[in-house]
């Protein structure tokens, strides 16, 4: 069953994806050489007790920590830990979420550690993000779930990976509908799986996290013995990026993007939605 939202409902969604966005933008300041990963997961928490906000990542399922942290080679649910160090030319993808009042924001970054990246690290994440934005403006009413799974894979497989190969785009995890709790129906894959249909048209009050992850090498991957970890099989970097978005009556608003998706979108021609908070 997809849970189809009210305006006042998406208004609570963007208080929630407000304070996801502030998580961000706190998370990436704090994100140099010489800080763990669990220093990440104090500067969340501290954002969310600011902002009288709840985490939604902390005890799902036996989770133990405020936000996943996942550096090179683990795509996500990576734990924060004090063993973790990060190193200059780390890369690192930080999945958060809030709660406001019941309502949910969830998203996800992938950041640079430090300097001397390497040109296919900055392109990888470069490819991940904006194949994210390809899926988030097929987010349209008449549309169908696959459409969005469509865009996502056809921008992906269109960039030259650097050194020649494709990108990997990851099998086993996608996005998924969001409101009331943080994983909903429908399942969004990442790709175009022909025995899954077409999935459900996308009518107002439909609210998805749009989240593709991509790696240099392989799509398959592997669950480590925390039970959470998440690594590529072959040991390649990968990348994730993930935002929660509403559609309206208006058009597409991006919950958790601080302008909204406005400037972005706008590439695409999309206006996107007024924000309900302005």
């Given at each position: 069953m997809v849970q189809i939202k009210t305006p006042e409902q998406i208004a609570k969604m963007r208080e929630?994806?407000?304070?996801?966005?502030?998580?961000?933008?706190?998370?990436?300041?704090?994100?140099?050489p010489g800080a763990t990963t669990r220093d990440l997961d104090q500067v969340a928490r501290k954002v969310l007790a600011e902002h009288d906000a709840k985490p939604n990542f902390l005890g799902y399922g036996g989770f133990p920590a405020t936000i996943c942290t996942s550096v090179n080679e683990v795509v996500v649910h990576g734990i924060p830990?004090?063993?973790v160090v990060l190193k200059d030319g780390d890369i690192i993808s930080i999945d958060c979420g809030a709660i406001?009042?019941?309502?949910?924001?969830?998203?996800?970054?992938?950041?640079?550690?430090?300097?001397?990246?390497?040109?296919?690290l900055?392109?990888?994440?470069?490819?991940?993000?904006?194949?994210?934005?390809?899926?988030?403006?097929?987010?349209?009413?008449?549309?169908?779930?696959?459409?969005i799974s469509r865009a996502v894979e056809t921008y992906i497989r269109r960039q030259p990976r650097p050194g020649g190969?494709?990108?990997?785009?990851?099998?086993d995890y996608g996005g998924h509908g969001?409101?009331?709790?943080?994983h909903m129906d429908p399942h969004l894959l990442n790709y175009v799986e022909r025995r899954r249909g077409k999935g459900p048209r996308l009518v107002p009050g439909f609210c998805l996290a749009i989240e593709p992850m991509v790696s240099l090498g392989t799509p398959k991957t592997v669950?480590?013995?925390?039970?959470?970890?998440?690594?590529?099989?072959d040991g390649t970097w990968s990348s994730h990026w993930e935002h929660s978005v509403a559609l309206t009556e208006e058009g597409p608003l991006v919950l958790t993007a601080p302008d909204g998706g406005r400037e972005k979108l706008a590439e695409y021609g999309?206006?996107?939605?007024?924000?309900?908070?302005?």
């Open positions: 929630a994806g407000l304070v996801v966005a502030a998580i961000h933008a706190a998370t990436r300041e704090a994100a140099v830990s004090d063993d406001i009042d019941g309502w949910h924001g969830d998203a996800a970054y992938t950041a640079f550690v430090g300097s001397g990246h390497a040109p296919e900055v392109e990888l994440s470069r490819v991940t993000r904006e194949s994210m934005w390809a899926g988030i403006a097929a987010m349209k009413q008449g549309n169908r779930l696959v459409d190969g494709r990108y990997g785009i990851i099998e969001i409101g009331s709790e943080m669950v480590l013995e925390d039970e959470w970890t998440v690594v590529t099989t999309i206006t996107t939605a007024p924000d309900p908070l302005a």
